[in-house]
């Protein structure tokens, strides 16, 4: 991950802390060997967001999780996962591209398959630039944003 998507994590990561301290927040937070981005836990909930920033198989990490979900290697009576994607998954002539859509589809199945599991899809509004490109001015208000609709499923 480049610096910069770093360095969004970590604003993600701040923010989720302050705005919600009853949670126990943590950047690369592992599940059976597995990071996730930015995690909150509890004694009975578990939050999780995966960012994906420009990742050519978004589908992977989440269907990684879900798995070990079936694995019962996670153990809180509620679970909310979230997918963070950003504008890199449009396509220019509107929606999205198929590898969001297929991540979206292996998140939807899971959530139906286990009952204490929900998943959301999340927009963070900027298309990444490629590396070593100028970051958004504003990228720090879209962050805010994206907490906001975390926060709002949550």
Do not use: C, I
Not at 110 to 129: G, I, K, N, R, W
């Amino acid at each position: 991950m480049g610096e910069f998507a770093t360095d969004v994590n970590t604003h993600l990561h701040s923010s989720l802390a302050e705005r919600r301290p009853e949670f126990d927040w943590e950047t690369e937070y592992r599940v059976a060997g597995t990071p996730v981005d930015v995690a909150g836990v509890s004694t009975e909930h578990l939050v999780l967001v995966e960012l994906e920033w420009r990742r050519a198989d978004p589908a992977d990490n989440t269907a990684k999780l879900f798995r070990h979900l079936s694995d019962g290697r996670l153990h809180h009576d509620r679970v909310s996962a979230f997918q963070v994607f950003t504008g890199y998954y449009d396509l220019a002539s509107g929606g999205v591209s198929s590898k969001r859509e297929n991540a979206e589809f292996v998140g939807r199945v899971a959530a139906d398959s286990f009952q204490y599991l929900t998943y959301h899809p999340v927009e963070f509004d900027l298309v990444p630039p490629k590396r070593g490109g100028e970051r958004p001015e504003n990228w720090r208000s879209v962050a805010d944003e994206t907490v906001d609709r975390l926060l709002a499923s949550l």
